[in-house]
């Protein structure tokens, strides 16, 4: 079975800072793909990055940057330049390429100070 | 990507009542699921919504509780039936296509029971 573990259920940083969110997963599959969402206080879950397990290239968009470390199993987003709007909660999740279910980690709440 | 909207977006409801979900997508896509957000907690798989056929149920989740529609690629509706204040939680559909590795989320459903 396939399990995703955050282990900070809350980060604050200070704005225009740069903060690290970690994750770790256990799969069974070689082939799989890794998640972070974002839900600020409106509920609303936004994708944030993806990262196919088959690449060895850290996926980036705009600030947000990750770590996948495959062989450990460790997969973070790092912020840079936090800005006040990236306050939310953050979910790390997996989903194996052999079925379509997306498990999630318990999520990190982030609050960034002005 | 999808867009995807959800009604309503919040309700009160009496216990031993039912509400009905509708989830509407922009585009048609293969795969919808429905997910249920405790207060304070993860995102929990309920089940997957399959066009013309009965939805797949995660365990911990019966069809006579959770009774789900979907008569095309485009919508689907979650029914809580005989609430009761422990259904209190917020409401999630997603959606994804085969072809993508990547789910869409709704804006969700606040249900408090009384």
């Known amino acids: 079975a396939q399990t995703v573990t955050q282990s900070q259920p809350e980060m604050s940083v200070q704005e225009a800072e740069t903060v690290t969110l970690s994750c770790t997963y256990d799969?069974?599959?070689?082939?799989?793909?890794l998640f972070w969402y974002k839900q600020p206080p409106s509920r609303q879950m936004i994708l944030v990055i993806r990262?196919?397990?088959?690449?060895?290239q850290n996926a980036t968009e705009n600030r947000f940057s990750v770590n996948f470390q495959k062989a450990a199993k460790s997969f973070s987003l790092k912020i840079s330049d936090s800005q006040l709007g990236d306050t939310a909660m953050y979910f790390c999740?997996?989903?194996?390429?052999?079925?379509?279910?997306?498990?999630f980690g318990e999520g990190t709440q982030l609050t960034v100070n002005p | 990507s999808a867009v995807i909207s959800q009604k309503p977006s919040r309700d009160i409801c009496q216990r031993g009542t039912s509400l009905t979900i509708q989830c509407q997508v922009d585009?048609?896509?293969?795969?919808m699921f429905w997910y249920r957000q405790q207060p304070g907690q993860s995102l929990t798989l309920i089940a997957t919504?399959?066009?013309?056929?009965?939805?797949?149920?995660e365990s911990g989740f019966v069809i006579d509780k959770f009774p789900i529609s979907r008569p095309n690629l485009t919508f689907s509706t979650l029914t809580v039936s005989n609430m009761s204040p422990e259904d209190s939680s917020i409401y999630l559909c997603?959606?994804?296509?085969?072809?993508?590795?990547?789910?869409?989320f709704g804006p969700g459903t606040r249900l408090t029971v009384l």
């Open positions: 999740a997996l989903r194996e390429t052999s079925g379509s279910r997306l498990t």
């Open positions: 799969t069974s599959e070689n082939n799989y793909y």
């Open positions: 990262q196919e397990a088959y690449k060895q």
């Open positions: 585009s048609q896509v293969t795969m």
């Open positions: 919504a399959n066009q013309g056929s009965e939805a797949t149920y």
């Open positions: 997603s959606g994804g296509t085969s072809g993508s590795n990547t789910q869409y």
